[in-house]
């Protein structure tokens, strides 16, 4: 707004204003809503960049002595898209935010502190009776916004969908709780059969192949155990040792002759800044996270990843989820952004092809994984493997793919070996993928 002009006596002075909006709180009242948030922006990434999408808040200057001073602007305020309740006093609060703000969520007489992932967050919420529940968001860029605000109602009878999220808004089976609490430990008798089982494969597949094969054992952590720090307060304070089944594992195979464990931990924690690793509404890793497995993979087996480079990362946004299922929100409410790698080079091997940008579907779909194995042949690779996989190896097994003369997939869901294939391809290597939530199978795997 320019100033009028005073008489000569003073000097012109023009004063500039500056405004800063921020959005209403939304509130419902419904378990869920039928409308689906705008979806954040996409970003494309080149080159081996993987930085996740986001924007940056505005600020507005003031005029005063000395110079122009800047302050943030008012984060907008979350929206609310809506609840589910998952179990007798438990529900889920969902919405969208200011990309990777940082939430404060009040519940009655009870408030923590969470963080969005992108512009989305999933929020848990206990309660012993109807509540509501309030969210503010914090930007980098800006101050701390105004609430929104929902009623959870108490349902005592609901049924107990065995899921929860965390501070991270990661949704999550509780199944998978354990593995942090250190409560599913192995015992001596169980500890001792699952080196026997190791020990008969090594035999049994060289017995079958005519030769010695490698077993390898590749361990994809739990996603909690990568972000530790998305445990609640009430998940801590349950640990009584942390991760000891893995622990477990990883000691007792590395002890049997013949075989070689790539625990990939170390791996996933170095690269956690990388980019998404893992859904937060699917529990599997991504396709970005499954080729930091797969790097550490072949180069434990003395071969070398095609760098990051090789791929083009592109952030999509999702809601086709297995959290999105279980948790009874279904399609079109929950949404995140997840990386998906397309190969900038010719890959002469099926797995890539066909495969659709979703968390859950392309594998299923994809005709080399419907029957029970699939043989990839590539003429400029010697060596045989057999990989042993569930759903969690989907993501991993095109990369692993590039590396093989002639590469065989089993799928497993007993996690037994198929003695028959190792008889009719002769492998080197036997690779079984196998997540840190199912070690269990192990002892009893044949």
Known sequence: MKKALFPAVLAAVMLLTACGASLPAQTTEEDKTDTAPAPVTQAEH??????????????????????????????????????????????????????????KVSAGDSAFEAYADGGYFAVPVTCKRSVTVTVTATSDKGSESDGASVLVKYRKNAEDRGVTATLGSRVIEKKVLPDQYGTNAFDGSELAA????????????????????????????????VYPEELTAEM??????????????????????????????????????????????????????????YAETVS????????????RVEYIDIDDTDMNVYSGVGTGEMYESAPFLTPLF?????????????????????????????????????????????????????????????????????????????SEYSPDVIIHIIAERDLGELVSAT
């Open 346 to 422: 010719e890959a002469d091997t099926p797995y890539f092809a066909k495969k659709e940008k979703s968390a859950r579907f392309w594998n299923y779909a994809n005709e080399f994984f419907v029957g029970k194995t699939s043989v990839s042949l590539q003429k400029d690779q010697t060596g045989v493997a057999l990989v042993l996989l569930d759903s969690y190896g989907f993501n991993i097994v095109p990369y692993l793919s590039l590396h093989f003369g002639t590469f065989v997939t089993q799928r497993v869901w007993s996690h037994n070996c198929d003695y028959g294939l190792v």
């Open 300 to 311: 434990a087996l003395g071969m070398t990843a095609r760098p990051l480079s090789d791929f």
């Open 194 to 225: 699952l080196k026997k089982s190791a020990a008969y494969r090594v035999k049994k597949a060289a017995d079958k192949a005519g030769k010695s094969v490698r077993i390898v054992y590749v361990i994809a952590p739990d996603p909690l155990t």
């Open 46 to 103: 080149t080159g081996g960049t993987t930085e996740e999408p986001g924007t940056e808040a505005e600020t507005s200057g003031a005029a005063g002595t000395g110079g122009t001073e800047k302050t943030p602007e008012k984060t907008a305020a979350p929206v609310i898209k809506g609840t589910v309740t998952v179990g007798a006093g438990e529900a889920i609060v969902y919405g969208t935010c200011e990309p990777n703000s940082r939430l």
């Open 236 to 293: 801590t304070e349950n640990i009584e040792k942390k991760n000891a089944r893995l622990e477990q594992t990883v000691k007792a195979l590395s002890g049997v002759e013949g075989v070689t464990v790539i625990d990939l931990r170390a791996a996933m924690a170095e690269n956690r800044e990388n980019g998404k690793l893992y859904y937060k509404l699917d529990s599997h890793w991504t396709e970005l996270g499954a080729y930091y497995g």
